[in-house]
């Protein structure tokens, strides 16, 4: 089984990463010059405001909105002292309080970003945390024996007292050499990060992220990684010094995508990333998975479709769920979809195959990097499950609500437009002194009005005694209308 990283980095206003183990696309990440990505940045903040009911402070920290700090996100060493008695969240905490946090959670939509005091570092195959006294092992080290080993070599690391670690899925395998030199790095990454904030004055960007090629080269650099393929130059280079620093051996597997045909339609993964930005996604049996995220929930539908292979409907609900499960663990990871995710499947009666579509949707999720909580089928279908997510969803800076549902994903009726501005309209010619109404609506909607309620307007002009004129605007969105007013003269 073989795995290569395809970066597609030749157009400056995105960046495309591709993961793919033979032939299937396994991981995907975009980002985009109009979208930020700060997740993992570190900053030197102000406490802006203190909020005892929400058990959280705002944090000016340089963005355009406060980002959000919870009570359990903020490490004790920042809480003031105070007198025996006194333990409410205002007497811990005050305003103007200098703090370092991090982002764990970029900004959506009108959300601020999620703030954290616990920093965490990531190297290659170490993620150091200094404050936090934990120490583990990645759970996709299964071998017992290695993951003995790697702690062994991290006791040997000597890492200080205070500092805590996560030793990465990419540690399997690697020397001590390797592990102990990663651990130096972050250590004089973190003595660096420190310097400069007792120096800086707040609010400052102490620590950016590296660039998205090179965080997926950092993340996804494992031994069953044969080659890392890439089409731009400038970031070939950029991605070529950093192996050559973090693993000098596997320099060579960096290499310069120089095809005249696209990186990925070479590797035969833009169709398949294309399906990303699909709603429905089709299964093999010919059944398919609806994926519709809302603000509460991402909801996922299961349909057999043109499934119909199997000699009964139950066996027929059962493969079809099957499919589904390894479909929906694969999409939720491409798409990196978090939060409370409910999957409604094709009802089955007994209880074994229930069952047995639990275990896989738990086998499938095991190779995914967040952390994943999942229930039990309901006696309605449902299965729910917990996602972490870890980078922003792929339509994050790619796509824009559209301009005219914004967002919602329909438009009035032309009816239900028509009627709402016809109140409008009412509002507007019954006021006292009116002498003049003039409405402008989109083209469709003007015509329904002229034609179909011409006798409502010439009623509403006896009743208030005001001339109205409909002008019909082909530049207008639905929903729009603009209304323009005159006095009697």
Excluded at 279 to 301: C, F, H, Q
Excluded at 430 to 453: F, I, Q, W
């Amino acid at each position: 089984m073989t795995t290569k990283i395809l970066i597609n980095a030749v157009d400056p206003e995105e960046c495309r990463i591709a993961i793919v183990k033979d032939n299937d696309l396994v991981d995907f990440a975009i980002e985009t010059a109009a979208r930020e990505i700060t997740r993992g940045n570190i900053y030197k903040g102000v406490i802006a405001r203190v909020e005892p009911s929400l058990q959280a402070v705002f944090v000016e920290y340089g963005a355009d909105r406060h980002g959000f700090l919870q009570k359990q996100e903020i490490h004790h060493d920042y809480y003031k002292d105070t007198p025996d008695g006194q333990s409410g969240f205002t007497d811990l905490l005050s305003t103007g309080q200098e703090l370092l946090v991090q982002v764990v959670k970029d900004p959506v939509g009108r959300k601020g970003a999620m703030l954290t005091t616990f920093i965490s570092l990531a190297g290659s195959y170490v993620v150091l945390m200094p404050g936090t006294p934990s120490k583990g092992v990645s759970r996709q080290i299964e071998d017992e024996a290695e993951r003995k080993r790697v702690k062994e070599v991290m006791d040997q690391a000597k890492v200080p007292e205070g500092f805590g670690y996560i030793v990465r899925t990419a540690a399997n395998g690697q020397t001590k050499t390797a592990l102990v030199k990663d651990v130096k790095n972050l250590m004089r990454l973190w003595k660096s990060i420190k310097k400069k904030g007792m120096e800086e004055k707040s609010p400052a960007l102490l620590y950016k992220e590296m660039s998205l090629a090179v965080r997926a080269v950092r993340d996804y650099f494992t031994p069953d990684v044969s080659q890392v393929l890439v089409d731009d130059p400038a970031v070939y280079d950029e991605i070529r010094d950093f192996v050559k620093i973090v693993a000098p051996r596997s320099e060579k597997m960096v290499k310069l995508h120089k095809d005249d045909k696209p990186i990925f339609s070479r590797h035969q993964v833009e169709e398949k990333i294309a399906s990303v930005f699909e709603a429905r996604v089709p299964l093999k049996s010919g059944g398919s998975i609806v994926i519709n995220p809302t603000e509460a929930l991402v909801a996922v539908d299961v349909n057999s479709g043109k499934a119909t292979r199997e000699d009964s409907v139950e066996k027929t609900a059962l493969t079809t769920n099957l499919e589904a499960a390894e479909e929906v663990a694969r999409q939720l990871k491409l798409r990196d979809l978090g939060g409370l995710i409910v999957v409604d499947f094709i009802d089955m009666r007994e209880r074994k195959h229930r069952a047995a579509v639990e275990k896989a949707v738990k086998d499938y999720m095991k190779t995914d990097k967040a952390r994943v909580k999942v229930g039990k089928i309901t006696q309605f279908g449902l299965l729910e499950l917990s996602r972490q997510r870890i980078r922003p969803p792929a339509e994050y800076g790619s796509y824009v609500p559209c301009r005219h549902c914004q967002g919602k994903g329909s438009v009035p009726s032309v009816e239900t437009m028509a009627l709402s501005f016809l109140r409008r309209l009412r509002m507007e010619a019954l006021r006292p002194d009116v002498g003049l109404v003039e409405g402008t609506v989109p083209s469709l909607v003007a015509d329904y009005l002229n034609n179909r309620k011409r006798r409502e307007i010439a009623e509403l002009e006896t009743r208030s005694g005001a001339v109205i004129t409909i002008r019909a605007d082909a530049s207008l969105m639905p929903g729009q209308s603009q209304v323009k007013c005159e006095n009697k003269s």
